[in-house]
């Protein structure tokens, strides 16, 4: 299937008020696993409702390829079923009166599929999900993950060029979580098809998506990989919202933590303008127990332990740097205890600069890479 396109979409609810969504212009390339993450009301779901139909756009185009689906100027509108697209509810939506094998084949049924081959792709798609042993089960009789197994094999029965998932697993455990990711991971390589996914949840874009569009308050902030969009966020907002713990962010000052690393960054590069603050990442920021310890190259400091966190694989521990809270994340035992003093560090090529309004400059590690796709 050609990619899908959408091209200064606006959608407004309230005529005055802010848009759900203001002039969007993302491309969501065919084949790829593409996450629309973002905070609640940023607008990802109305996103996804638009691609799928559900809701028509105020202003702009939605096509997929040279197709169009979606223009207030052009006058077009394909229906939701006209668009070759399965859709995921949240709340999986499964009929409480059909069986699995009834739920897996409705959607056949709607398109007239002779009985013979309903039965057959039913059963093909809950194979696929692990849950075809369930056939004569009632949705009442199944687990919440085996209820989103079958949501999905009835979008996989129909066989569509585009699968539309919005937040599917916010309703289950962690574990549930885990294996449905795998799972949905699965079936993208096995299908190939494109998907759309809607989350709030950094983890799942980071493990399942091939690209992230991250937004905020209805308007596009970056798309990239999730890699490229985790080492190098395109601004502020993006640099906050993915990671976790999340980027220690440190408004620009003359003094305490915030001169320390500006001077230190002025040393470092050249030409880049008046930064309006520096972020580290937790797990760049090290610790080390004397100066001696530290790369030469490197911007260090004291730091007293004010918490340590373990999580079993890793530590988090809460600092005070001068005049500001931080936090690191070690792989390594800290053996530290609240109240002492350390030497917190990173490297150059670790440390993020971002400009006034938010939008990241080019630091002195970036001359080589490739610059992100940001809208701002």
């Known amino acids: 299937m050609p990619a899908i396109h959408l091209s200064g979409v606006v959608k407004t609810y309230v005529s005055g008020a802010r848009p759900a969504v203001r002039d969007l212009d993302l491309t969501i390339p065919d084949g790829s696993f593409t996450c629309l993450l973002g905070p609640s009301g940023c607008g990802k779901t109305t996103t996804l409702r638009m691609i799928a139909g559900l809701e028509q756009p105020t202003r702009g185009e939605i096509r997929v390829g040279d197709r169009v689906l979606d223009s207030v100027e052009r006058g077009v509108y394909v229906p939701p079923e006209k668009r070759d697209m399965g859709l995921v509810f949240q709340n999986y939506a499964l009929w409480p009166h059909l069986t699995v094998q009834g739920n897996t084949e409705f959607g056949l049924r709607m398109r007239k599929v002779p009985a013979e081959r309903r039965k057959a792709r039913a059963k093909e798609a809950l194979e696929k999900v692990h849950v075809a042993d369930c056939m004569d089960r009632y949705p009442s009789q199944l687990s919440g993950g085996q209820q989103q197994r079958v949501a999905l094999a009835r979008m996989l029965a129909v066989d569509p060029d585009v699968l539309l998932l919005d937040e599917p697993l916010s309703n289950l455990d962690a574990r549930l979580r885990l294996e449905m990711r795998a799972e949905l991971k699965r079936i993208h390589d096995e299908t190939g098809a494109t998907v759309v996914f809607v989350t709030h ?28 969009m985790y080492e190098r966020p395109g601004n502020r907002f993006v ?138």
């Open 201 to 228: 949840d950094q983890m799942e874009a980071m493990t399942m998506a091939t690209h992230i569009a991250v937004m905020s308050e209805g308007e596009l902030q970056q798309v990239a990989p999730p890699m490229e």
């Open 239 to 376: 640099a906050g919202f993915v990671g976790s713990p999340p980027m220690n962010i440190v408004p620009a000052g003359e003094s305490g933590l915030a001169g320390s690393l500006l001077r230190y960054a002025e040393k470092r590069a050249d030409g880049l303008g008046t930064p309006g603050c520096v972020g580290v990442r937790p797990e760049a920021l090290k610790l080390a127990a004397s100066q001696d310890e530290v790369p030469d190259t490197a911007w260090s400091d004291e730091a007293v332990v004010e918490a340590v966190l373990p999580t079993g694989a890793s530590w988090t521990v809460q600092l005070r740097v001068l005049d500001t809270e931080m936090f690191a994340v070690t792989h390594e035992d800290p053996e530290a205890a609240p109240g002492d003093r350390l030497r917190c560090w990173a490297r150059p090529g670790r440390l993020h600069l971002f400009a006034e309004d938010g939008a990241r400059m080019s630091a002195w590690d970036d001359a080589t890479t490739t610059t992100p796709k940001v809208v701002s």
